[in-house]
């Protein structure tokens, strides 16, 4: 039985160390991945474990507060320090480490272990953890599925019912050939009916947040979301004036907000609650005081309905998302 590591930073992980680790897998019966960090590290340990966890379940992932094999390059002292923390961690015998950098061949020689090298010119996959870090955007196809909600942009459609969220949310997400989340509370009353109670908005908030959370997974850069928790929180309001603390201890809000303005008609379409002036006004200005209250980015966007797709892409450009 034969056991190999794969040693490194991984900041972030990305498609190039894909590969190694599953190609290091094929070569050895039993693998252990070992993610050094430090105080101080521009992304977690915590973080990058979980990454790699999530995309190698059957794998063995081990953390270490130790530099890493790049940081101790050229260094005989720090060699041995990094030999003997894995040596602590990893008491079978290693057989093989497996890299991408020709530098651990240093490691290698002092665990007394067979050295494989894997694409350390980076042909295979043309990137590396700091192009991703630099520009993880322009580098989205190399940043895996468990990465991505860390980079991708949150774009949050926000207000009232009749105020084009529904429309404006797809053609967004075709504009940026991305994906969105519909609006569950929609497909919720369609299922149960209107009758709601406060557990009814905390279910339809749990699950869009759930939605939105597989879907930055799969996303491309950015993710349009028609509404989320914060918009159920004002429904709640609105409809008992009051709302479940659930809702205040939300805290995966977007990178921006559209909030849509209602000079525009309301529409009954058999899912909505508030069409006259007083009831539309207050569940706006509710609507923006929770986005002023949290103090988040966003924009107000109004016109004839025909005009909010492009006032919507030139809020998102003066951004900067």
């Not at 966890?53 to 720090?78: C, K, N, T, Y």
């Not at 860390?150 to 009232?160: F, M, S, V």
């Not at 201890?249 to 007083?278: K, S």
Request: hydrophobic share 40%; charged share 25%.
């Amino acid at each position: 039985m034969t056991n190999g590591i794969v040693i490194g930073r991984f900041m972030p992980l990305q498609t190039g160390h894909i590969a190694m680790i599953r190609t290091a897998r094929a070569l050895v019966d039993h693998l252990t991945v070992i993610v050094c960090w430090q105080k101080g590290d521009a992304i977690s340990g915590a973080q990058r474990l979980q990454w790699l966890l999530e995309m190698f379940p059957s794998i063995r992932i081990v953390g270490i507060e130790a530099p890493s094999p790049h940081d101790v390059a050229g260094s005989s002292e720090g060699i041995k320090k990094l030999r003997d923390e894995i040596q602590d961690l990893h008491r079978a015998t290693i057989h093989r480490l497996i890299a991408s950098d020709r530098r651990q061949s240093a490691l290698a020689i002092a665990l007394g272990t067979m050295f494989t090298l894997v694409d350390p010119e980076h042909q295979a996959v043309p990137v590396t953890s700091a192009a991703v870090r630099a520009d993880p955007l322009g580098h989205w196809r190399f940043v895996p599925t468990a990465v991505r909600p860390t980079y991708a942009h949150t774009i949050c459609l926000h207000g009232p019912e009749s105020t084009g969220k529904t429309t404006l949310a797809p053609q967004l997400a075709r504009h940026f050939d991305t994906l969105f989340v519909p609006e569950y509370g929609r497909t919720y009353c369609e299922q149960y009916g209107l009758s709601l109670q406060m557990d009814d908005l905390i279910a339809i908030g749990r699950t869009h947040a759930a939605m939105t959370r597989a879907l930055l997974r799969q996303c491309n850069q950015r993710l349009v979301l028609d509404t989320d928790p914060l918009m159920s929180a004002v429904w709640a309001d609105m409809l008992f004036g009051r709302r479940d603390p659930w809702f205040d201890a939300f805290q995966d809000t977007a990178d921006l907000y559209l909030l849509l303005d209602i000079d525009m008609p309301w529409v009954d379409d058999g899912t909505r609650f508030f069409g006259d002036e007083e009831r539309r006004r207050r569940f706006f200005d509710l609507s923006r005081a929770e986005l002023d209250r949290r103090g988040l980015n966003y924009r107000i966007i109004g016109g004839p309905p025909e005009a909010r797709f492009e006032r919507a892409i030139e809020a998102i450009a003066e951004v900067g998302l």
